[in-house]
């Protein structure tokens, strides 16, 4: 078969472009096509496209996991696991800790709806924000160290890059997005309901298989930890906001990666 047709294949088919859809919005990593693909389709292939971010964050967990037993190979292991997350963050284009930075930024030096709502629309970072960043990417860190080995490291990747995109599903479930507010929150958070959630979780079934047969009591833990999380955020925004906006979306998902890793490491 001719590049032209299968190109036409998957444009021309709705459930592979919105997966390919999803793995560019979440990743910087090329898909085919994907330079000269129509974007008016993106609202709608963007909300196909929701049930499979688990999956593709259980991929850029693996992907992150073999840069580190890479550099496992000539670098003690804290050095490594701070080596391998960079690498993440060139794969996703710092997608997450971008929105991590933008969060404590708007909800830590803005007072009323008005203030957070502009601060989140504001490219440069504070003090909240470089403060928040380097914290959270901390607590990451140091729980993928506190495991002791790097194959343990290894499965929390994998397993908190799906929980994480999970996370996200979830809190798009139980919080609407800001009304008159532009962006993914407004897109899809109409459509992003609890059977998105769950086709979510049979997309990466193996991988929450493995994660129950690798440390079920931790799950367990991070299971519990999250929902407090989500009930919590929950209450939150629509206490701040009124709903949640992309920015919130990107946090909660890093957000779910740091409970996920540091309930896995309870006994690092």
Known sequence: MSERGVGLQWHDAPWPRAFFTAVQFL?????PGG?????????????RGLQFFPVIGAGVGLLTAL??????????????????????ARLTGAFHEDAVADFCDAFGGGWTREDVLTILKDSRIGSYGA???VLAVALRAGGLMALGDVWSAVAALLIAGAIGRLVILAVMAVVPPVPARE????????????????????????VVLFALM????????????????????????????????????GFSAYAGMILTTLALARDG
């Open 183 to 206: 962006g993914l929150a407004k897109d899809v958070g109409q459509v992003a309901d609890w059977g998105t959630f769950w086709r979510g979780v049979m997309w990466c079934a193996p």
């Open 131 to 133: 403060l928040g960043l």
């Open 214 to 249: 690798f440390d079920f009591v931790g799950m367990a833990a991070a299971v519990l930890a999250i929902a407090a999380f989500v009930v919590w955020f929950r209450g939150y925004l629509l206490r701040r906001l009124g709903g949640v906006t992309g920015d919130c979306l």
């Open 67 to 88: 840069a580190l037993l890479m550099f496992d190979r000539v670098l003690p292991l804290p050095v490594a696991i701070i080596a391998a997350l960079a690498v993440e």
């Open 27 to 31: 990743t910087r990593l090329p898909v």
């Open 35 to 47: 330079e000269t693909r129509d974007l008016s389709t993106f609202p709608d292939d963007i909300k």
